[in-house]
């Protein structure tokens, strides 16, 4: 499966971006489909999750009750709606997938086998 990550920008703090998770080569039902997120000199950190089985949703504590993730079967997109942004936000967000049923490594990024090449998101305080 190839992935195509975009819409990213620079928004002020407070506002709202949604970003998308295209999919060509495989039905998306058929992965679990993550997004990550990498500040300059930090790790890559774990942001949301749509698990494939049964569609859970997963998310970091850093976004929760700001971030949703979602997914658009007919499109084969999924998204990552983003809420109250804050400068702390401010990071490459990239999506992956993987096609194996995974619980306890959700949150890992070696985990996923598929990835997008990323889209930047800015925050400005």
């Known amino acids: 499966v190839q992935l195509q990550a975009s819409g990213g920008g620079l928004v002020q703090a407070g506002g709202s971006l949604r970003l998308s998770c295209a999919a060509s080569?495989?039905?998306?039902?058929?992965?679990?489909v993550g997004w990550f997120r990498q500040a300059p000199g930090k790790e890559r950190e774990f942001v949301a999750a749509f698990r494939r089985n049964g569609g859970r949703t997963y998310y970091g504590d850093s976004v929760k009750d700001r971030f949703t993730i979602s997914r658009d079967t007919g499109k084969n997109t999924v998204y990552l709606q983003m809420n109250s942004l804050k400068p702390e936000d401010t990071a490459v967000y990239y999506c992956a997938a993987t096609a194996r049923e995974i619980l306890s490594t959700l949150r890992l990024p070696s985990a996923y086998y598929y990835w997008g090449q990323g889209t930047q998101v800015t925050v400005s305080s």
């Open positions: 080569g495989s039905n998306f039902r058929d992965y679990t």
